[in-house]
């Protein structure tokens, strides 16, 4: 049997994985493989992609955006696909609608971020975990340093607005990310089971 495919995604500081873990816990206890995963990589285009983000690099947003899709290609040729093909249920905390909200916001067409990410399969199940920017960057900060886009609020905010209307055109599942824990991870379960 063929396992599934869930991406979690949202701004930075959504709650992604907090609810990625809290979601895998709950499908381990009901007996299924998880694997829990997510983008950028560990792997060598990871590595490169995160210097980027530290200010490390500096890389035309063009290449972002095929650093992006080519890390993807690697994790789903390395890990998403195996483990389907093993009958798990993998959650990735991002995945294609990430590159295409994020470097949509940076100024490139969503065509050609389509074409760069055909090699991606579909997830199964798609699910926003939507909070204002504000919300989530005051969240991060209370924990650790941001990042190069962390720390740009409109950057943030035009990427929530993306991430919406995507949404509604790719039909990704809309979370309300503002209440507590327990009840956004309720409506995660929700959109979960109807899946399974
Ligand atoms: P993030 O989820 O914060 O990773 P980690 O928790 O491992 O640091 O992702 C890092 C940043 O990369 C985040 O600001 C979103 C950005 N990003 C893109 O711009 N495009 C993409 O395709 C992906 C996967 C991430």
Redesign the pocket.
């Known amino acids: 049997m063929r396992g599934k495919l869930i991406s979690i995604e949202g701004?930075?500081g959504c709650g992604?994985?907090t609810h990625a873990k809290l979601l895998a816990g709950w499908l381990r206890a009901r007996g299924y493989k998880v694997v829990v995963t997510?983008?950028?990589t560990d792997g060598p285009v990871g590595e490169v992609?995160?210097r980027a983000?530290q200010g490390e690099l500096k890389i035309p947003v063009a290449v972002?955006?095929l650093l992006?899709?080519a890390?993807?290609v690697q994790h789903v040729t390395k890990l998403i696909r195996p483990a389907l093909d093993a009958g798990k249920i993998v959650v990735t905390?991002?995945?294609?609608y990430?590159?295409?909200?994020?470097?949509s916001t940076?100024g490139l067409p969503m065509v050609w971020l389509e074409v760069i990410n055909r090699a991606a399969p579909k997830p199964d199940l798609a699910i926003l975990i939507d909070v204002p920017a504000e919300t989530a960057i005051a969240r991060i900060m209370g924990s650790r340093k941001l990042?190069?886009?962390?720390k740009d609020m409109q950057l943030q905010r035009r990427?929530r607005e993306n991430y919406l209307r995507i949404a509604k055109q790719k039909g990704m599942k809309v979370v309300d990310g503002g209440r507590a824990v327990d009840e956004v991870q309720a409506d995660v379960r929700k959109f979960v089971e109807a899946v399974r």
């Open positions: 701004v930075d992604k994985s997510g983008e950028p992609i995160r983000l972002e955006a992006f899709a890390d993807r905390e991002r995945y294609t990430s590159s295409l909200a994020y470097q940076r990042d190069t886009f962390e990427v």
